[in-house]
């Protein structure tokens, strides 16, 4: 595959992860504080659904095209900037994983309280605690990832 194709694919991947990821994650946190159930059950369903159609992909896509990117450009994993990218990328997913795990179970709950008209309830509120803060730094860490990319020159770890 071309360079220019492969590092446009790598790019846009990364647009809709970051910025996807982050609107669904301020879209819920308002949902959350709406004290609508119904509002909140959608954008629960709302927020799983675009992470298996879109931020799954580009997860798995990231990885599939740097490695990809690395060959065609003859750089190894012991480059400083590039390890610690690919570091931050497996910590970002790992609390992305957990996180998505935690939507889940804050849809079913939302779902289930709004079907037997009863209150949301303090697990809920302890996942979305829990959601915000592993979204923190799944974000921040991706985020991370972003600027040693596009700073690798300047930087030397």
Do not use: C
């Not at 360079?3 to 308002?30: E, N, R």
């Not at 799983?48 to 095209?65: F, G, K, M, R």
């Not at 990328?89 to 849809?107: F, G, N, P, R």
């Not at 209150?119 to 915000?132: D, M």
């Amino acid at each position: 595959m071309e360079y220019p194709l492969l590092l446009s694919i790598h790019i846009a991947s990364v647009i809709m992860l970051l910025g996807i990821g982050g609107g669904s994650a301020f879209y819920k946190f308002i949902a959350d504080r709406s004290d609508n159930i119904d509002v909140i059950v959608h954008t629960n369903k709302t927020v799983v659904l675009v992470d298996w159609l879109v931020t799954t992909p580009s997860v798995l896509l990231q990885p599939i095209t740097g490695i990809l990117l690395m060959q065609t450009l003859g750089f190894n994993y012991k480059i400083p900037w590039l390890f610690a990218s690919i570091m931050l990328y497996i910590l970002s997913i790992l609390l992305w994983l957990v996180a998505v795990y935690l939507q889940i179970k804050m849809k079913n709950i939302a779902t289930k309280a709004k079907a037997n008209n009863h209150p949301l309830g303090t697990p809920y509120f302890l996942y979305v605690k829990y959601w915000i803060i592993l979204g923190f730094f799944s974000f921040f860490s991706m985020f991370g990832i972003y600027l040693l990319m596009v700073f690798k020159p300047i930087i030397s770890l």
